[in-house]
C-alpha cells in the first residue's frame, strides 16, 4: 500500500469516527498552542538574558576603562595592595597610607582580570566608589573592615541590583535593601564592590547559567570552581577579592572552597542571618540552608566572621540567636581532641582527597593534639542507607516540583539540564545505558529519592523523625569518642569539568550530612594532587558502581589542583570549628612534608 492510500484510508476512517477526528483536532490544536506559548516565552526569556548580559558586559567595560593607567606607581601600588593580609591592609588604610579608593581601585582591577579569565563576576557594583570616598572623608575610621572590598554572591541582594539566581524570568527583579549581611559588613566599612556568577537555580555544583554563561576554575580553565558560590570561589582563588559571602546548602561555599584552594564556613542553621533572601525551593525545611564567609586563608575567614556576629545582626534579624564571637574559645591553647574519618560509608574519595586527611592528622598530632578515628554512625541499624541519601530525599520531598517551576518556559542551561537527566529527572537515554536492574544499592536509592518525593504528610513527618533520631545517635557518637572536633575528607573528588560536576550531585551526601544534621563545617586547603595521587587513582581506586567509574574519569589529569579538608564542630561551637582550621593551616606549613 502506498503512502498516499494510507493518508487516504486514514481520513476515510476518521470521517466514519466524528468524534474521534474531533478530539484529535483539539489535542493537536491544544499541544500546538502551548508549544507556541513555550516557544515565544523561550524567545522572550533568551533576548532578556542577552540584554541583561550586554548591560552588564558594558558595565566592567566602563569601569576597566576608568581604571587602566600605564603608571608603573599606580600599577605596582596595586600589586603591593594585593599582595597585603587583611589586617595590614585595615591597619595602613587607618594610618593613612592607602586610601579606600586605592584599595578598591586595586581589588577593581584585579577582579575584572580574574573574570576574563574565568567569568566569575556577574557584574561590578558601580556605587563602590562612592562609598569608599565616604569612607576616605571620615574622622571615625574604627570599622573592624574599614575600607575592605568584599564580594557577593548573585543570591544576596544590594540595593538597586536584581537577583536572578540564573533565571531569566527574574532579570530586573530589583532588591528594594540591602541583605542584612551586607548591611552589618558596610556597617563596618566594608564596601560590596563585585556580584558573582552562580548555577541556574543554584541547585548544582557546576556554575553556569543562560544568562552570564559559564564559570570556569581558576586553575585550570577546562573545569569547575564549584558551585553553587563557583563566582566566589574563583574570584577569591585569584585574588580578586579578599573575601566574599556565599551560600550554603548541601556544600554551596565547602565545595568551591575544596576546588578553588581557599577556606570556607558553612555555620549552624540561623548563627548567620539569611532574612529575606528568596530561594528557589521556598518552604524547603528538611535541609536548612545558610549563608557563610569564604576568604583566602583562615585569618580573613575570623575576621569576618566576628565582624557580622555584632549587635546591629541581631537588631536586623530577630530571629537570629543572639550569640557574639567567643574569642575565649577561638584563642584557646589547649591541646583539642580530633576525630577523623577518610570515608563515610556513602562515598570513598579518590585517593588524594583521602591523602589529605592523613596529612592533616599527623600534622595536628606533630603540633600536640590528640587524634582518634571516628565511625560515622549507620543511619538505619542493620540497612545499607548511609546518612547522605536521607539528604537528597528532605530536599526532593516535593519531587522537585517547586524547583522544576522555576524552569518553566526557561532555557534550561546545558550542565542544569545534564544534572536533571542524570539525578531528578533521568532520561530515557540515561535508562538505556545505564538499567536500573544493573545499578548498585546506593545508585537505585538516590535516584529515587532524587526523583519521587514524599507523597503523604505522615511520610514526611516519619522522615523529619529519622532525621532528629539520627542527629540524637550522631551526637551519642561523638560524645563517646571523646572528641572536640572532627577531621573529614572536604569532598569526594578534586575539580572536575561542570560536565562530569553536573553528573556527579550524588556527591553532594558527603558535605550536605552537615547540613542535614546543622553541625557547623569549614573547608581549609591542605595540600595539592600529585603524580602518586594519580598513580593510585588509576591502579587502586576500585570501581563498585556508575559513580565510581565516573568519579575516577572526572579525576584524571588531577596533577596540581588543590585539596581540602573538611574541619566539623557541634552545633554552635563555630568558633572551635575555625580554631581547628587555623590550627591545620599552621601545622601544615609548619610539617616538614
Given amino acids: 500500500m502506498s503512502v498516499m492510500e494510507c493518508i487516504a484510508e486514514l481520513f476515510g476512517l476518521l470521517a466514519k469516527h466524528k468524534l474521534l477526528a474531533l478530539l484529535m483536532v483539539l489535542a493537536g490544536g491544544t499541544y500546538f498552542t502551548e508549544w507556541t506559548r513555550n516557544k515565544k516565552k523561550r524567545l522572550k526569556y533568551r533576548h532578556d538574558a542577552l540584554n541583561r548580559r550586554q548591560r552588564a558586559a558594558g558595565m566592567k567595560i566602563a569601569l576597566a576603562e576608568q581604571l587602566h593607567t600605564d603608571d608603573s606607581e599606580i600599577l605596582s601600588l596595586r600589586q603591593k595592595i594585593i599582595n597585603l593580609p587583611i589586617m595590614e591592609l585595615i591597619q595602613g588604610i587607618k594610618s593613612g597610607q592607602y586610601t579606600a579608593v586605592q584599595v578598591l581601585h586595586a581589588y577593581q582591577a584585579r577582579a575584572l582580570e580574574c573574570t576574563r579569565q ?23 575610621k574604627s570599622g573592624l573592615l574599614f575600607g575592605i572590598p568584599f564580594s557577593v554572591k548573585e543570591s544576596l541582594g544590594v540595593e538597586g541590583y536584581d537577583c536572578n539566581y540564573g533565571i531569566s524570568k527574574y532579570i530586573d527583579e530589583i532588591a528594594k535593601s540591602d541583605h542584612v549581611l551586607i548591611q552589618v559588613l558596610k556597617s563596618q566599612g566594608a564596601i560590596p564592590f563585585m556580584r558573582t556568577n552562580l548555577p541556574q537555580t543554584m541547585f548544582s555544583f557546576t556554575c553556569s547559567n543562560p544568562i552570564f554563561g559559564e564559570t570556569v576554575n581558576p586553575y585550570d580553565c577546562e573545569r569547575s570552581p564549584g558551585g553553587s558560590s563557583g563566582g566566589e570561589g574563583a574570584l577569591i582563588g585569584l585574588n580578586g577579592s ?11 561555599v565547602r565545595v568551591p572552597a575544596h576546588y578553588c584552594g581557599i577556606c570556607a564556613l ?7 542571618s539569611g532574612k529575606g533572601e528568596p530561594t528557589v525551593v521556598k518552604g524547603q525545611k528538611g535541609i536548612p540552608g545558610v549563608n557563610g564567609p569564604m576568604a583566602r586563608d583562615v585569618d ?15 537588631e536586623l534579624d530577630c530571629s537570629i540567636a543572639p550569640v557574639p564571637f567567643n574569642d575565649k574559645v577561638y584563642e584557646d591553647k589547649t591541646p583539642l581532641t ?15 582527597c583521602r591523602r589529605a586527611v592523613t596529612m592533616t592528622v599527623e600534622a595536628l598530632e606533630k603540633a600536640g593534639h590528640k587524634v582518634v578515628p571516628f565511625k560515622i554512625p549507620s543511619f538505619k541499624d542493620g540497612v545499607e542507607y548511609a546518612a547522605g541519601q536521607h539528604l537528597f530525599r528532605l530536599m526532593h520531598a516535593d519531587a522537585n516540583r517547586r524547583w522544576f517551576s522555576h524552569l518553566d518556559g526557561e532555557e534550561t542551561d546545558r550542565f542544569l539540564s545534564t544534572q536533571i537527566a542524570h539525578s531528578a529527572r533521568p532520561s530515557l537515554i540515561h535508562h538505556l545505558l545505564y538499567p536500573h536492574l544493573f545499578m548498585s544499592r546506593r545508585e537505585k536509592t538516590f535516584l529515587h529519592n532524587a526523583k519521587y518525593g514524599i507523597t503523604t504528610t505522615d511520610e514526611l513527618y516519619d522522615n523529619y523523625a529519622l532525621k532528629d533520631d539520627y542527629i540524637a545517635k550522631f551526637v551519642a557518637a561523638w560524645k563517646d569518642a571523646g572528641i572536640d572536633v572532627l577531621v573529614a575528607p572536604a569532598f569526594g573528588i578534586t575539580a572536575p569539568s561542570n560536565d562530569y560536576g553536573a553528573k556527579l550531585m550524588f556527591l553532594g551526601g558527603t558535605t550536605g550530612l552537615y547540613n542535614m544534621i546543622d553541625f557547623p563545617a569549614g573547608v581549609v586547603k591542605v595540600t595539592n594532587v600529585t603524580v602518586e595521587d ?4 588509576t591502579h587502586d581506586f576500585k570501581i563498585r558502581d556508575n559513580y565510581d567509574r565516573m568519579a575516577k574519569e572526572a579525576c584524571k589529569d588531577s596533577i596540581g589542583l588543590p585539596v581540602g579538608v573538611q574541619c566539623v564542630a557541634l552545633p554552635w561551637r563555630e568558633e572551635l570549628c575555625l580554631r581547628l582550621m587555623k590550627e591545620i593551616e599552621t601545622a601544615i606549613k609548619e610539617f616538614p612534608w
Avoid at 579578599?242 to 554551596?252: H, N, Q, T, V
Avoid at 594519580?534 to 587513582?537: F, G, I, T, V
Fill in 118 to 140: 574565568t567569568n566569575c563576576v556577574t557584574e561590578p557594583v558601580m556605587e563602590a566608589e562612592e562609598w569608599a570616598k565616604e569612607l576616605d572623608s571620615r574622622d571615625d
Fill in 242 to 252: 579578599l573575601f566574599g559571602i556565599g551560600s550554603d546548602i548541601a556544600g554551596s
Fill in 266 to 272: 558553612k555555620p549552624t542553621h540561623r548563627r548567620l
Fill in 300 to 314: 580573613t575567614l575570623v575576621l569576618v566572621t566576628k565582624t557580622m556576629l555584632q549587635p546591629k545582626m541581631f
Fill in 338 to 352: 580530633v576525630g577523623y574519618y577518610e570515608e563515610d560509608g556513602y562515598f570513598t574519595p579518590v585517593p588524594s
Fill in 534 to 537: 594519580e598513580e593510585k587513582l
